[in-house]
């Protein structure tokens, strides 16, 4: 009888992937005008970027120079990175400092600015958007800011200083170690204000207003009370959307540095993970070694985005 029972319940068990299979066949059969929608985006995002993930994970195990074929050598890569590569350990610590203070103050500020913008008029509010998101408009430039730190007396901020006999000499901004990072951070804060702030002032436009007005009959009765309980909640996609934006560009930061500081910088004071990725993949063509760079990139993008994640579904406890 026992044994009866137990063959019961094992076919039952196989059974249920099969149900599941059948029923998931029969939803897709429903929906498949809008299966057939999603399609070439869908093609087009697996062509162009799970399979090139997917890629570079497996070259990053091997010995790759774009001129022989692949050599599997296992681990040896990622112990390279972490236990011989000093300018790796360099360049990690440059871009973690770089991603823990740029990220938050940035997607703060982001938001901050949106909130307070969100109140004006109309017409103010369009050109207080536009004013704040100009340089995200602008390109390059940022290039500006090599006029304003330039190391002769001819720099605005050197000049500044001499005139005002605050120093005897002009200091050498982009060329001092100690100085490199503070100006790069300075420089990526200015240029944050982009699609994250836009996303906000979105979401801030869109949200129900009568969301508010049950708050008010619920208790809610100051402004902080109804940001966080309220406007807060009712904007997660907008929120989760701004923060992986603002993670990708905190830990991708590469231009900015390189047009400042030079490449490579003076003492790596301004290399990154993203500009030791371009040395050993657009110049040394190390293909394996460089998709090892970028697989730990990756890794740590991911784990962020699943940290912000969980901390913005506490959002309004």
Known sequence: MIQLVRKTRTALGSGKPRLK????????????VIYAMIAPYFLIFFAFTVLPVCLSLLVSFTNFNMLEFPKWVGWRNYAQLFVRDDVFL?????????????GPVSYIACFVLAWVINEFPPKLRAIATLVFYAPALSGSAFIVWTLLFSSDSYGYINAFLLKWHLIMEPILW???????MPIIIIVQLWLSLGTSFLAFIAGLQSMDKTLLEAGAIDGIRNRWQELWFITLPSMRPMLMFGAVIQITASFAVAEVATALAGFPSVKYAGHTIVTHLMDYGSIRFEMGYASAIATVLFAMMLGSNLIV???LAKVGE
């Open 90 to 102: 360099i360049a990690l610590k440059n871009t973690l400092i770089f991603a823990a203070i740029t």
């Open 21 to 32: 299979m059948n029923l998931t066949l029969k939803e897709m059969k429903r929906k498949k």
């Open 174 to 180: 982009l060329k001092t170690p100690k100085y490199i």
């Open 309 to 311: 994640r969980k901390l």
